[in-house]
């Protein structure tokens, strides 16, 4: 077996903003945590850890013996249960989704007391406890290469997602150890592979950026990048190359395989279903 796959749960204790698109002055967020989220905050956890600032060749370490879901939120149906399932995913009903786990701050800059013309503006993010008062989860999955050498149980235990992060946002509490399963959220995995498959049915949605090559399906397309830390540059201040992907929620018009690249991107694998 090529890789070993874990359930992981995180209690939200804070606040979260998964950087999106800005709409008027509304910064919107992503309804989940997107796999180069993952790799961005556990990558960050595992270098300071070892006491360096390396981050390039431990993003690097990372990319080789780990792959990662998205994470989704979602609540537990019974009091005292940790949840393994998600509840509702943001494109099967988003009016529900967004009154359940999203709102917003709004914050200006101040100049002598009185707020500076154009800077007022909104920060979206997903609550720590729904509009009914329930404790949100993330809920997603981390594959493990065999040899891996990382030590990446003890750093889930200590690591933030998303933005605003010096204000106390994107804080999360590992929910017991990571488990090991078989499945990928609902959906039949190979793990003999270089690089762990997914396999898709019909009419079934894919649940991370999908590289849009000469695929077709169903769905939204975006171009999709993220922020490097490099020893050229200051933290997050390199932006990577732009992937133009199918965006989670589009739906697969024939069964389907997917190899799950490093940074959670998924790309149709060329082996026959």
């Excluded at 431990?58 to 013996?65: A, H, N, P």
């Excluded at 999908?210 to 990048?225: D, K, Y």
Aim: charged share 25%; net charge positive.
């Amino acid at each position: 077996m090529a890789w070993s796959l874990y359930q992981v749960s995180f209690r939200l204790l804070s606040p979260i903003h998964i950087g999106w698109k800005k709409t008027g002055n509304l910064q919107q967020t992503r309804p989940y945590v997107t796999g180069r989220n993952m790799w961005g905050a556990l990558t960050a956890r595992l270098g300071r850890d070892h006491g360096g600032t390396n981050y390039q060749d431990v993003g690097k370490k990372v990319d080789e013996q780990l792959r990662f879901s998205y994470l989704y939120p979602t609540i537990n149906s019974d009091y005292g249960k940790i949840p393994d399932q998600i509840k509702i995913l943001p494109w099967n009903n988003f009016y529900d989704f967004s009154w359940l786990y999203l709102g917003s701050y709004s914050s200006t800059a101040l100049n002598n007391k009185t707020a500076d013309d154009g800077t007022l503006h909104e920060t979206e993010c997903i609550f720590p406890k729904t509009r009914k008062g329930d404790q949100v989860y993330l809920l997603g999955y981390i594959f493990e290469k065999t040899g891996c050498d990382l030590s990446w149980k003890n750093a889930l235990q200590r690591i933030q997602f998303g933005g605003e992060r010096g204000y106390g946002w994107g804080r999360v509490e590992i929910v017991n150890s990571p488990k090991q399963c078989d499945k990928y959220f609902e959906y039949d995995v190979d793990v003999t592979e270089e690089s762990p498959i997914i396999k898709v049915p019909k009419d079934k949605c894919i649940l991370a950026h999908t590289l849009v090559g000469g695929l077709e399906q169903l769905g939204e397309i975006e171009p999709f990048v993220g922020r490097d830390t490099t020893a050229k540059n200051d933290f997050g201040g390199n932006v990577s190359s732009a992937n133009i992907c199918w965006i989670p929620g589009g739906v697969v018009n024939k069964d389907k395989l997917f190899k799950i690249c490093p940074k959670g991107l998924w790309k149709e694998a060329s082996k026959k279903v």
